[in-house]
């Protein structure tokens, strides 16, 4: 991400009135705090192009925590999946 993409996104965010914008688009994980936070979650299936990811969200109490969960081949463990 570029400072011109930044100023872009802040003023989208600053329209939109939120404090944290999850935007699509690059191919790898963006965590950027300005007056508000931009995330981009990155790609967990485009290989070649970066390395495969995603971005866990915590919000509670006002605060926020993220992290960026790395994805192995065409598989993320990190995640477990069941039906309940």
């Known amino acids: 991400m570029t400072s011109d ?16 914008l999850i935007f699509r688009h690059f191919h790898h994980p963006i965590m950027e705090e ?3 936070l931009l995330l981009s979650h990155g790609s967990a299936i485009v290989s070649g192009i970066a390395e495969p990811s995603a971005i866990e969200l915590d919000i509670f109490e006002g605060r926020i925590r993220r992290k960026v969960i790395r994805c192995d081949g065409n598989v993320c463990g990190y995640f477990e999946y069941g039906v309940k």
């Open 34 to 36: 300005f007056e508000m």
């Open 5 to 20: 993409h930044a100023e872009g996104l802040c003023y989208l965010a600053k329209e939109m009135d939120v404090e944290v």
